[in-house]
């Protein structure tokens, strides 16, 4: 068996390894470590970062992250259909509008519900 064949996947994942690490190793250097009451406050979850892990929470933030990965993911789908949109012609042009008008329906049911409101 040649080892030689071998050395692009090494390289790979050496280079990988290097960009994965070398940045936080010098962030982690280099950075300042300045940490202030506004750095250790709750930020977008809701409650603070340093408690007990048994503690209550809202719900409510974790509902509006799944329904933006939700809907992220939904309009992710626009760009292959873009870029197809010459070779799939009138039929695929209306079932994507079909796709994007029960979306949007749901979207305002969850604007209705009051899912997406932030108290």
């Known amino acids: 068996m040649d080892l030689q064949a071998y050395l692009p996947v090494l390289l790979f994942i050496l280079v990988g390894i290097g960009v994965g690490v070398a940045p936080q190793v010098l962030g982690f250097l280099l950075g300042p470590n300045r940490p202030d009451a506004a750095k250790d406050s709750p930020y977008e979850c809701g409650f603070e970062a340093?408690?007990?892990?048994?503690?209550?929470?809202?719900?409510?933030?974790?509902?509006?992250?799944?329904?933006f990965i939700l809907f992220d993911l939904e309009i992710a789908f626009l760009f292959p259909w873009a870029v197809s949109l010459r070779d799939i012609g009138m039929p695929g042009f209306w079932a994507m509008m079909m796709f994007l008008a029960i979306l949007v329906v749901g979207f305002v049911y969850e604007w209705k519900k009051g899912a997406i409101d932030w108290e």
């Open 50 to 67: 340093f408690e007990d892990a048994r503690m209550k929470f809202d719900v409510r933030y974790y509902l509006v992250a799944i329904l």
